[in-house]
């Protein structure tokens, strides 16, 4: 699938994108889980993870990875790419880890807290 | 800023940057985004986008290249008046299970430790050197593995995996240790055994401390950026580099010592010269750290 942004619009999403906006660092630290990978790769990952349904923009994501970064749950290094230009890669410290296993429980326990207070029968919409 | 017209994903950050000091930071942003922008435009491409189309897309894509290049040059204000804060909001009160668990368990070490003294000395059963020794490299291994596990206040708990790694490192290090202390009841072959083990424990511990990752609280990684430069090693590379020798000196003098006494008066008593060689090493560490003559400069700089 060839998508196509530009004539995307983000204000008819189906989705509450600020919500998902807020989760960002989660899902950045999720995805370096099993991996190190770069900036386009990362980006590529959450794309195909929701079938191009949900595209975090790539600004976002630089902001992300300063913070990430800065805090010391992800590690950057340059990789020496044999062909191409070099590419900077991310890979999850044990920090990293700590956090993300912390944040997907709460998560998970907010998203039931939620679904009970709109009812929704077993978790499932 | 509209930037559809961008063909050239070169030429596009070329002038985003221009203009702008580049710093090291600076520059390795802008190689990141290039990468990341060949690797989105190489995808287009497969997909049978023209070049120029590519160029175009992934430009669109990126989003307001200036607010990235802003994120970056800000400087992050630091308030070190809000650590104190920051330590009450992350305190990590231990647990209390850990902690009994913890102090019994070193407890039954150094026993099984004064047992096997006792035993090397007084040359007791096999059973009982084996009984302690086995004793001993247990606790050591749990007892490293469960305080690894540990959330602390300045900490994240090591991975599972990991921390059982250092664990059987440990332990391996001190049953290493105690084979080798057999020689004068058992003989060689356990030196060659013990020494085999140690050197399986140094390789276990090598390969964990250069795959190792931080593991420090955001709260501390800021509260020590704040005072990286204020302490004296940081400030005075050459003391720094003057007590590395000093410690190298130190403990030769007291490992050499060590076996000296060892083989002379034996092991009851060549354990000193390790416990003398720490105590030189710290007050030489106090007086690197804080020297004499600066408190005191100090003093009369204020009078």
């Known amino acids: ?125 | 800023m509209s930037h559809a017209e961008y063909t050239n994903i070169h030429r596009y950050l070329d002038e985003a940057f221009t203009g702008l000091e580049m710093t090291a930071d600076l520059q390795d942003l802008k190689e990141e985004i290039r990468s990341n922008l060949a690797a989105r435009v190489a995808e287009l491409q497969t997909d049978g986008t023209s070049a120029e189309q590519a160029a175009a897309t992934a430009i669109e894509e990126l989003g307001d290249v200036q607010e990235i290049i802003g994120g970056e040059s800000e400087v992050p204000v630091s308030v070190p008046a809000t650590h104190a804060g920051a330590f009450a909001l992350n305190k990590v009160t231990p647990r209390s299970g850990f902690v009994i668990g913890a102090v019994l368990l070193s407890l039954v070490a150094v026993a099984a430790l004064l047992w096997f003294a006792l035993v090397l000395v007084s040359g007791g059963s096999a059973a009982a050197a084996v009984l302690s020794t086995v004793v001993l490299w247990l606790t050591a291994g749990i007892l490293t593995t469960w305080s690894l596990r540990q959330e602390t206040s300045q900490n994240y708990p090591v991975p599972r995996r990991r921390a059982l790694g250092y664990g059987a490192s440990s332990a391996a290090a001190v049953a290493g240790l105690t084979l080798m202390a057999m020689v004068s009841t058992a003989g060689m072959g356990l030196v060659v055994a013990g020494a085999f083990v140690l050197l399986g424990s140094v390789v276990g511990f090598i390969k964990l401390g250069i795959s190792q990752t931080n593991r420090k609280k955001p709260w501390i990684r800021a509260v020590q950026r704040d005072y990286q430069a204020m302490d004296r090693f940081s400030q005075d590379p050459v003391a720094a580099a003057r007590f590395g020798i000093y410690t190298a000196v130190i403990w030769i003098i007291a490992l050499a010592l060590f076996v000296l006494l060892s083989f002379t008066v034996g092991f009851a008593f060549s354990w000193l010269a390790l416990l003398g060689g720490l105590v030189v090493f710290m007050v030489v560490l106090a007086r690197m750290l804080f020297p004499a003559g600066e408190g005191a400069a100090q003093q009369t700089k204020q009078k």
């Open chain 1, 1 to 125: 699938m060839a998508s196509n942004p530009v004539d995307k619009q983000p204000q008819s999403e189906p989705f509450a994108a600020d919500l998902l906006r807020g989760h960002t660092d989660t899902i950045v630290l999720g995805v370096l889980r099993d991996a190190q990978r770069y900036g386009f790769e990362i980006y590529k990952t959450i794309r195909d993870a929701t079938g191009g349904l949900y595209e975090i923009k790539e600004a976002t994501l630089y902001a992300t990875y300063r913070r990430l970064v800065k805090d010391g749950l992800v590690e950057a290094s340059w990789g020496d790419e044999t062909q191409g230009g070099r590419r900077k890669y991310y890979r999850i410290t044990d920090a990293g880890r700590a956090v993300y296993r912390k944040n997907v429980q709460d998560w998970t326990a907010t998203q039931n807290i939620i679904n009970k207070l709109l009812n929704v029968k077993g978790g499932t919409p």
